[in-house]
């Protein structure tokens, strides 16, 4: 039964940072690719980051590029997202997520990822 459990959420002023951990069990990451997505309040799930199984390529959404960096411990089984320069407008539940097939490719979209974690709230202040 694969499992995914975020933590490193809370709240924090805007300039400031956060790393965001995603634990897995139930599979080993490095052979999956994963991504991060988030979702603000009244808002859709939005795409964040992702890194495929071989963690030669990663991906970030724009609002995001040159802030964020998604990294993997392939010993601890974890993914990270370490956020630098947060925006009260990266406000939102951050959820990590697991692509189902091995060595598939990573994507975008979330309906492209099979597992889900419950998620870890950031909130960052003004």
């Known amino acids: 039964q694969v499992q995914l459990v975020e933590s490193g959420g809370g709240l924090v002023q805007a300039g400031g940072s956060l790393r965001l951990s995603c634990v897995a069990s139930?599979?080993?990451?490095?052979?999956?690719?994963m991504g991060w997505f988030r979702q603000a309040p009244g808002k859709e799930r939005e795409f964040v980051a992702a890194?495929?199984?071989?963690?030669?390529?990663?991906a970030y959404a724009d609002s995001v590029t040159g802030r964020f960096t998604i990294s993997r411990d392939n010993a601890k089984n974890t993914l990270y997202l370490r956020m630098n320069s947060l925006k009260p407008e990266d406000t939102a539940v951050y959820y990590c997520?697991?692509?189902?097939?091995?060595?598939?490719?990573?994507?975008?979209?979330?309906?492209?990822?099979?597992?889900w974690g419950q998620g870890t709230q950031v909130t960052v202040s003004s």
């Open positions: 997520a697991s692509r189902g097939a091995k060595f598939s490719a990573l994507q975008r979209v979330g309906h492209d990822y099979d597992y």
């Open positions: 139930g599979r080993t990451v490095s052979n999956y690719a």
């Open positions: 890194i495929s199984w071989s963690g030669g390529n990663t």
